[in-house]
């Protein structure tokens, strides 16, 4: 497993790091014996400390883990604590899915956007320009543009991959009818998923 250990907005000394990819691989050889990359980032937040966790052990799978605390090494090993425990979760449907791999991969790309927040208010002025120069006040701007890619699931495995990846939604094709669901998590802690109507007629 190739691990990547990052620092941002601050140096990561030698004994952190060591500890960090001595730990990694205990925790997630642990569940899974093969991952292909892990990424570590530690960042200050003020006087606290996040670490991000990444680990893929999958295509197209990703387990994330994250954790803020006073001290770096209480981050760091929280969150690869988060990473475990999904992880342990899962691991008897990731080795199964893991020896599935070898059939056709059902995925389609498709454009991923990042928007900038909403402003406030707009004044008549700056509303009056923006309609000289053609645009339109109600579309949001875009700061970044990426492709992603879209999976055929089952609706277990799309809860089973938000899960692992720590995401509040997965979209994804469903395997059942070949529509777009989405899943998510509800506030309650459960997961909620959508199917349109129109995918049933």
Do not use: C
């Given at each position: 497993?190739?691990?990547?250990?990052?620092?941002?907005?601050?140096?990561?000394?030698?004994?952190?790091?060591?500890?960090?990819?001595?730990?990694?691989?205990?925790?997630?050889?642990?569940?899974?014996?093969?991952?292909?990359?892990?990424?570590?980032?530690?960042?200050?937040?003020?006087?606290?400390?996040?670490?991000?966790?990444?680990?893929?052990?999958?295509?197209?799978?990703?387990?994330?883990?994250?954790?803020?605390?006073?001290d770096a090494y209480g981050s760091f090993d929280?969150?690869?604590?988060?990473?475990?425990?999904?992880?342990?979760?899962?691991?008897?449907?990731l080795r199964d899915h893991?020896?599935?791999?070898?059939?056709?991969?059902?995925?389609?790309?498709?454009?991923?956007?990042?928007?900038?927040?909403?402003?406030?208010?707009?004044?008549?002025?700056?509303?009056?320009?923006?309609?000289?120069?053609?645009?339109?006040?109600?579309?949001?701007?875009?700061?970044?543009?990426?492709?992603?890619?879209?999976?055929?699931?089952?609706?277990?495995?799309?809860?089973?991959?938000?899960?692992?990846?720590?995401?509040?939604?997965?979209?994804?094709?469903?395997?059942?009818?070949?529509?777009?669901?989405?899943?998510?998590?509800?506030?309650?802690?459960?997961?909620?998923?959508?199917?349109?109507?129109?995918?049933?007629?």
């Open positions: 497993m190739q691990l990547t250990v990052n620092g941002k907005q601050l140096d990561i000394g030698s004994s952190l790091k060591e500890h960090i990819e001595r730990q990694v691989p205990v925790v997630v050889e642990k569940y899974f014996v093969d991952p292909t990359d892990a990424s570590v980032t530690i960042s200050k937040e003020g006087s606290s400390f996040r670490t991000d966790v990444a680990v893929h052990v999958g295509k197209g799978i990703m387990v994330q883990g994250h954790a803020t605390s006073g929280e969150a690869l604590d988060h990473v475990g425990k999904r992880l342990r979760r899962y691991k008897r449907r893991h020896r599935r791999q070898g059939g056709k991969d059902e995925r389609f790309s498709a454009a991923q956007y990042v928007l900038a927040p909403e402003v406030e208010e707009v004044s008549e002025t700056d509303a009056k320009d923006a309609a000289d120069e053609g645009t339109n006040g109600d579309q949001p701007v875009i700061i970044a543009e990426m492709q992603t890619d879209i999976e055929t699931l089952t609706v277990s495995d799309a809860v089973m991959r938000m899960d692992l990846a720590n995401l509040p939604a997965m979209l994804f094709r469903n395997r059942a009818n070949g529509a777009l669901n989405m899943v998510y998590v509800r506030r309650d802690g459960n997961s909620g998923w959508i199917d349109p109507q129109e995918n049933k007629s």
